[in-house]
């Protein structure tokens, strides 16, 4: 079965800055990859996704990166501000379903 | 759009009695997802249903566990006999197909004593 790992597992950054965070998956056969966001006490909600038919997406300041031969998306969220600390999960699934999630991030970031 | 409805939001109990958690999906969705949140293990895939119809039950840690969904509109995850090492955060999650996004209930909050 699909394997997700995610690093790093906290990230601190200052406002303004740029947060990364990378993802690699086992399954070649993996199509969807759902990036969500995590606030304290609530569910996880989509913040971005991308199909393994597009190598990039950008939604204001949050941008996701696919690379199918190496196995391997990325989170981009430039210019932080302190609302966007959560906890971050990545997400690996074949037609949306069976999704399996990384073991997520916690972002901080410092006013 | 009232989005996913968990109940109970949290529920304490002792070990060895039973848990029903349940779950009313976005209406119109036709596939729901139960997952466990824990610090160690993170976000699991328990079981989804398309249609109302079991599909991968895979990730049911063992036979304590069930998942029924006898209508579109509710399904319900019951543990027994509970135990202290289910204690986590369950939440329930709903989409159409070819969608995607899996939207996700506020969770229930589970602790066995």
């Known amino acids: 079965g699909e394997n997700v790992e995610q690093h790093p597992s906290t990230l601190s950054v200052q406002e303004g800055d740029s947060a990364v965070i990378k993802c690699t998956y086992s399954?070649?056969?993996?199509?969807?990859f759902p990036w969500y966001k995590q606030e304290l006490g609530k569910g996880p909600q989509l913040i971005i996704d991308?199909?393994?038919?597009?190598g990039e997406k950008k939604d204001q300041r949050i941008a996701v990166t696919l690379n199918k031969t190496a196995k391997h998306f990325s989170l981009h969220i430039t210019e932080t501000q302190p609302e966007d600390s959560a906890v971050y999960f990545c997400?690996?699934?074949?037609?949306?379903?069976?999704?399996?999630f990384g073991a997520g991030t916690r972002l901080t970031v410092k006013p | 759009d009232a989005g996913v409805i968990q109940s109970p939001r949290h529920e304490v109990t002792e070990m060895g009695q039973e848990v029903t958690l349940r779950c009313k999906p976005i209406?119109?969705?036709?596939?729901l997802f139960w997952y466990r949140q824990t610090m160690m293990r993170g976000l699991e895939l328990l079981i989804y249903?398309?249609?109302?119809?079991?599909?991968?039950d895979s990730g049911m840690p063992e036979d304590r566990f069930s998942a029924k969904m006898p209508n579109a509109s509710f399904s319900t995850l019951k543990i027994q006999p509970s135990e202290p090492r289910d204690s986590a955060v369950y939440f329930c999650a709903s989409t159409v197909a070819d969608r995607g996004e899996q939207f996700f209930g506020p969770g229930t909050r589970l602790t066995v004593l």
């Open positions: 991308i199909r393994s038919n597009v």
């Open positions: 997400a690996a699934s074949y037609n949306n379903n069976d999704m399996r």
């Open positions: 249903f398309n249609n109302n119809v079991p599909i991968d």
């Open positions: 209406s119109g969705h036709d596939y």
């Open positions: 399954d070649s056969a993996s199509n969807y």
